[in-house]
């Protein structure tokens, strides 16, 4: 049976994933309505669990109050799907493909000439096709670990389609499609998911959790 989240969790934990977000984001991110979003928000706001950040990168945030009842939900969102196991396999699977994906970004900022790295010009349009071609290929392994992950854990669901949404704009030639921080690139997206399983199995970051 998939679990189903309580849509207050969904809304506090997109903010911890990224830190401060608009609502159009956080509604990207969990699947659930903006308005319903918006809404949440602002009881939110009301209650002091968050605050809104104004300036040239603005968004909500959480407060001491709200970090602390996003740590229950989850808690309690975790026990009650009783899917354990399934987190740790499909985080297993993800970590699969980490290196996979660090080295493609990796060879997308440098390009061998003459056997020597250099930076990437962007001048050799055959080099950036096959590139992203690696990550059009690399798409279908990702969304299958989040996919099966989904059908126990139906919070996760959203990043099958935020991910194809990135790798499919950089195949179209969206250079900021890939890696661009806060640019809803590839990279930002994986960046949440990987830390997203981390929160969720209560996991501090080591060296065999990659970047």
């Known amino acids: ?71 229950a939900l989850l808690a309690e969102d975790v026990a009650t799907a009783a899917c354990g196991a399934d987190i740790e396999a499909a985080y297993a699977a993800f970590l699969a493909h980490n290196e996979t994906f660090k080295q493609l970004c990796a060879d ?22 096959a590139v992203a071609g690696r990550l059009t290929a690399l798409q279908p392994d990702v969304a299958a670990v989040v996919d099966g992950l989904a059908a126990v854990m139906a919070r996760f669901g959203p ?32 960046m949440e998911l990987h830390e997203d399983f981390l929160v969720t199995l209560r996991r501090e970051r080591d060296a065999a959790d990659g970047y």
């Open 1 to 71: 049976m998939t679990h189903h989240s309580d849509p207050d969790l969904l809304v506090l934990h997109a903010l911890r994933l990224k830190g401060f977000a608009e609502p159009p984001a956080v509604a990207e991110a969990t699947g659930l309505a903006e308005g319903d979003v918006s809404e949440r928000l602002v009881t939110f706001q009301q209650q002091e669990l968050v605050k809104r950040r104004e300036g040239k990168v603005s968004g909500f945030l959480l407060l001491a109050g709200g970090k602390e009842r996003h740590a």
């Open 108 to 129: 997308w900022q440098l390009r061998p000439v003459d056997g020597t790295p250099v930076p990437n010009d962007h001048t050799d349009a055959a080099y950036d096709a």
């Open 159 to 190: 990043y099958t389609g935020r991910l194809a949404d990135a790798a499919a704009r950089f195949a179209e030639g969206d250079p900021h499609a890939l890696a661009r921080p806060l640019a809803r690139s590839y990279h930002d997206v994986w």
